[in-house]
């Protein structure tokens, strides 16, 4: 059983940063593609970016593409989101998530209903 546990959200002003973490229990996370979704208030759950198990190559929905940067360390099982120039409507819950044996992202990044784990949400909040 995979479990995933993200970190780092916070309340920033408009054109701020944040680094989301997501950190796994198993030492096999190279195994796993691992994203980011983003449920934003009266909106559905989407995905945002995702990375493949060894890196490369990574998923990014058009609105975060040249703003947020997805990396990994598998040694120390953990995955990261580098959000720069956060705008307000980039608010919302993040959670990280994972498909069981899957190690790329085009299995599960497109439709939130194919992820088998997923983190605790972390909230990130752009203020105007």
């Known amino acids: 059983q995979l479990q995933l546990v993200t970190s780092g959200g916070d309340l920033v002003q408009d054109g701020g940063s944040l680094r989301l973490s997501c950190s796994s229990s198993?030492?096999?996370?190279?195994?796993?593609?691992i994203a980011w979704f983003r449920q934003s208030p009266g909106k559905a759950r989407e995905g945002v970016s995702c990375?493949?198990?060894?890196?490369?190559?990574?998923n990014q929905t058009d609105s975060v593409k040249g703003r947020f940067t997805m990396s990994r360390d598998n040694v120390k099982r953990t995955a990261y989101l580098q959000m720069n120039s956060l705008r307000p409507e980039d608010t919302g819950v993040y959670y990280c998530?994972?498909?069981?044996?899957?190690?790329?992202?085009?299995?599960?990044?497109?439709?939130?209903?194919?992820?088998?784990?997923w983190g605790k949400g972390t909230r990130v909040t752009v203020s105007a």
């Open positions: 990375i493949s198990s060894f890196g490369a190559p990574t």
């Open positions: 998530a994972a498909r069981r044996f899957v190690t790329v992202c085009s299995p599960f990044f497109g439709d939130s209903n194919d992820v088998d784990y």
């Open positions: 198993v030492d096999n996370l190279n195994y796993y593609a």
